[in-house]
C-alpha cells in the first residue's frame, strides 16, 4: 500500500473526538510524526514521537495524544476536544520528513 498509509478521519461537531492511524513500511523507524495540511503543500507539524519523547504543536497540547506499536508499526493519533481549527488533511512521516513520499493523508473536519 505505500510507506505511510493513514485512516481514520471524518466529520465531527467541535467538542468531538477522532483517533487516526497511520500504518505501512515506514512506521518501523525511531522517530515519527503527525503533519496537518490546510492549503496549498505546506504541512505543519502537529505531534512527533521518539523513543519515550513526544512534542506538540501548543494549539493541540493537551488535547491530542500520539501513540504507537513497535511491532504492530502502528501510529496513532488521540484527537480530543476538536476545534473548528483543527480542520484540515492529517499526514504521518519521518521527522523530519526530510523526502521520504507522503501518502494520501486521511481528512478531518470539524464544524457546527
Known amino acids: 500500500q505505500g510507506e505511510f498509509v493513514e485512516t481514520g478521519g471524518g466529520s465531527v461537531q467541535p467538542g468531538g473526538s477522532l483517533t487516526l492511524t497511520c500504518t505501512g513500511s515506514?512506521?518501523?523507524?525511531?522517530?515519527l510524526g503527525w503533519y496537518r495540511q490546510t492549503s496549498g503543500n505546506q504541512r505543519d507539524m502537529v505531534a512527533t514521537?521518539?523513543?519515550?519523547?513526544?512534542n506538540y504543536a501548543d494549539s493541540v497540547k493537551g488535547r491530542f495524544t500520539i501513540s504507537r506499536d513497535y511491532a504492530k508499526r502502528t501510529l496513532w493519533l488521540q484527537m480530543n476536544d476538536l476545534k473548528p481549527e483543527d480542520t484540515g488533511t492529517y499526514y504521518c512521516?519521518?521527522?523530519?520528513?526530510?523526502?521520504?513520499?507522503w501518502g494520501q493523508g486521511t481528512q478531518v473536519i470539524v464544524s457546527s
Open positions: 514521537m521518539r523513543s519515550m519523547s513526544v
Open positions: 515506514g512506521v518501523a523507524y525511531y522517530t
Open positions: 512521516n519521518y521527522d523530519p520528513p526530510g523526502k521520504r513520499e
